[in-house]
């Protein structure tokens, strides 16, 4: 039965194409343009919402509630955090209830819209990339107009993506779910263009010079996979393709480019005790090792033995870590408010064992989900989110929680377009 609304068909998905998009450009730009974006999203999601009810009777989708628990449970914590911290934590949390809710019951406007939605995705990673090259570059000819004397930090890493103001996590999330968009277009086609090529060929440069260890993890990680579910089908030539690509691209990162050898390689193994290019604000030691997040997940263990069921609550997890912190000797942590660096570590020492609980349901729930339903691209996006809460909180960032909320309902709830996809 076709559905009669207040604007035409056509006019309602340009629309919703329009806003979608909105919400993905504004994502790495700044949070307040991000936030105005997302309301007008949510704002004509309710107005479809309004139109449809008075058609017919909404079908309200279960799943919806279940990965509307985790805000669920946030208001639960009311009554143990400090209630500056825990408000405005709530607020910006409230898109994990409205993105699943608003989604699922709009699912009509996601059939015919989900390929533009994922092709702006793609053209902002592209074009974000292609300008943090482009500003590197034009600072380094400041710097030094004839090369002489090269500020590899301009290249790579926090600087590189400094001009976005994001973290190198989150733009590597973004740029790897691209990838994956790409990716998955060439293996389902068994074809590529020089342009894909062209494409791929920048977002995976990107990745490696952004300087985030887990979002190349993410990298690797999603390439086998996606290469994986159809690799009997794949053109060899295709096949040769990638493994070149995947042994060109870190070599010349790699050899042009010492920080990012510095950083991936050299502080992750123990190769180096300190860095000769990066400086971490004031402090030009090994602040890059994965030792100091085996301290801050020690700490968070340590803080939640008392209050193993519901946590230590919002405000209160953040004092007892930086006093964890300070018992330690590692003053500069607690000074600096460094959180668990870990999303699992972060609801276990916040929501205690049921939040923990909660943040498994909603992340491998859909992830079995997926994979059951042959859904390669919405598994894709869930190793990138899974992997990335080894390392990041990012469920405690607007970033990461848009991220996470749009992509994962639009997925989700709209599963018949994904399938195969």
Request: glycine fraction near 4%; aromatic fraction near 18%; proline fraction near 2%.
């Amino acid at each position: 039965m076709r559905i009669r609304m207040g604007l035409s068909e056509k006019h309602n998905q340009e629309i919703f194409v329009l806003l979608s998009g909105l919400v993905i450009v504004t994502l790495p730009i700044k949070e307040s343009l991000n936030s105005i974006a997302i309301i007008l999203f949510l704002a004509f999601l309710s107005y479809n919402i309004i139109v449809v009810y008075r058609e017919r009777k909404l079908k309200f989708n279960k799943h919806s509630l279940i990965f509307s628990l985790p805000f669920v449970y946030i208001l639960i914590q009311f009554f143990y955090s400090e209630h500056e911290v825990y408000f405005r934590n709530l607020l910006r949390s409230i898109t994990i209830l409205l993105f699943p809710v608003g989604i699922s019951l709009t699912t009509i406007l996601f059939k015919a819209s989900h390929k533009k939605i994922l092709s702006i995705l793609v053209y902002s990673a592209l074009f974000f990339s292609f300008l943090l090259l482009l500003i590197a570059f034009y600072r380094q000819l400041v710097f030094s107009p004839d090369f002489s004397e090269i500020n590899w930090y301009f290249f790579a890493y926090r600087d590189f993506v400094a001009p976005l103001g994001v973290h190198s996590s989150y733009m590597g999330m973004y740029n790897c779910l691209a990838f994956a968009v790409l990716l998955n277009e060439v293996i389902m086609r068994n074809k590529i263009t020089k342009r894909t090529l062209s494409s791929l060929f920048l977002l995976m440069l990107v990745i490696f010079l952004t300087g985030s260890r887990i979002s190349l993890l993410c990298l690797f990680v999603i390439f086998f996979y996606l290469m994986f579910t159809r690799f009997k089908k794949i053109d060899k030539k295709i096949l040769t393709i990638f493994l070149l690509f995947l042994t060109i691209v870190p070599t010349v990162v790699f050899k042009t480019v010492p920080i990012a050898k510095e950083r991936m390689i050299d502080m992750t193994f123990g190769l180096k005790e300190k860095y000769s290019y990066a400086i971490y604000g004031n402090n030009n030691n090994g602040e890059g090792t994965i030792a100091p997040r085996i301290n801050y997940w020690k700490c968070a263990l340590e803080i939640t033995r008392n209050n193993i069921l519901f946590g230590n609550g919002y405000g209160y997890t953040q004092k007892r870590l930086n006093n964890c912190y300070s018992s330690i000797g590692q003053h500069n942590y607690a000074i600096l408010n460094y959180q668990t660096h870990n999303q699992y570590f972060n609801n276990l020492a916040r929501g205690g064992i049921f939040s923990l609980v909660i943040l498994f349901v909603v992340l491998f729930y859909p992830l079995f989900y997926s994979i059951r339903r042959r859904m390669p691209l919405y598994t894709s996006f869930l190793i990138i989110i899974i992997l990335t809460c080894v390392t990041e909180n990012i469920l405690n960032r607007h970033f990461g929680i848009i991220f996470y909320g749009f992509f994962n309902s639009m997925f989700f709830f709209n599963h018949k377009s994904f399938a195969n996809e």
